[in-house]
């Protein structure tokens, strides 16, 4: 039976090493980037926010060692920068965390924690979440999950940040390299109690719910087919490998330029240009 408090993908955290650099280099990729926040202090991390609708993605960065964001700085000492972690959407984050307990994972959290944003009108609000996170050695496919609780959804979701000269409107699915994609993606379902499904080629999807992007486990080998002539330099043999984004493709290859691959009847952007992750570009 499918968690009532969880409702799909809220958004992908892309960890990276020069927080600032990583917001530039996507403004280059035709991102709009939110202004950076900077979280509260016994987290120690920052952010760039990309909103689509009904998701987003999330550059996040270590402004401070502190114990909160030890296994982030873990990842990046181990796996270099890439998708970290994924965020689902939590409806009531006590009521979520009550829910995986129940099936045998001990929640982190509830969390409160905000940041400051500047809104288009140049005053200053903040973004208000409360989050939990299943246990941290559960990490199918090498990348942490966790839910948030959005509590003040107007400064998250600006509609001046929501439109991207290259396009992009959602994710469709979230990308996860593995030597055995079969058994992390049995790993994730059981976590969050959805069904798998198997594509032609021996991926493996585990829907994330509702409306929201799926999740596909696929071997490093599996993905280079699946995007023949995109280079797959820099990623692990077992992490999370990249993004599908739903957008207006001729805007994206126009906004790419040359850090653009035409493959799988998309536009392409390699890890190695995407701070560890492959973006890919599709119609809807």
């Not at 979520?96 to 924690?113: H, K, L, N, Q, S």
Request: hydrophobic share 40%.
């Amino acid at each position: 039976m499918a968690l009532k408090n969880v409702i799909g993908i809220d958004h992908a955290v892309v960890m990276v090493k020069d927080l600032d650099k990583a917001a530039e280099n996507y403004k280059r990729l035709g991102f709009t980037v939110s202004p950076r926040g900077t979280h509260s202090a016994h987290m120690g991390s920052g952010n760039y926010t990309i909103m689509f609708d009904p998701d987003y993605m999330e550059l996040l960065g270590v402004l401070q060692p502190t114990e909160h964001n030890a296994p982030a700085r873990a990842y990046l000492e181990k796996n270099g920068e890439g998708i970290e972690r994924i965020a689902f959407t939590a409806v009531d984050s006590a009521e979520g965390a009550e829910e995986i307990r129940a099936r045998g994972y001990p929640p982190v959290g509830p969390t409160d924690f905000e940041r400051p944003v500047t809104m288009p009108d140049g005053t200053v609000s903040a973004a208000k979440f409360r989050t939990f996170q299943w246990p941290t050695a559960e990490a199918p496919g090498g990348v942490r999950i966790f839910a948030c609780q959005h509590k003040t959804r107007e400064t998250v979701w600006i509609p001046e940040l929501m439109k991207h000269a290259n396009g992009a409107k959602r994710l469709k699915q979230v990308l996860m390299v593995a030597p055995a994609p079969a058994t992390e993606a049995a790993h994730l379902a059981k976590m969050i109690d959805r069904e798998t499904r198997n594509e032609a080629d021996g991926a493996v999807v585990v829907p994330s719910g509702g409306d929201r992007a799926d999740f596909v486990f696929l071997t490093k080998d599996q993905l280079g087919k699946r995007y023949p002539g995109v280079s797959l330099a820099g990623l692990p043999e077992r992490g999370g490998a990249g993004l599908v984004i739903v957008a207006d493709v001729v805007a994206a290859e126009k906004a790419l330029g040359a850090a653009g691959v035409k493959s799988a009847g998309g536009v392409v952007v390699p890890p190695a240009d995407g701070n560890g992750t492959m973006l890919a570009f599709v119609k809807g």
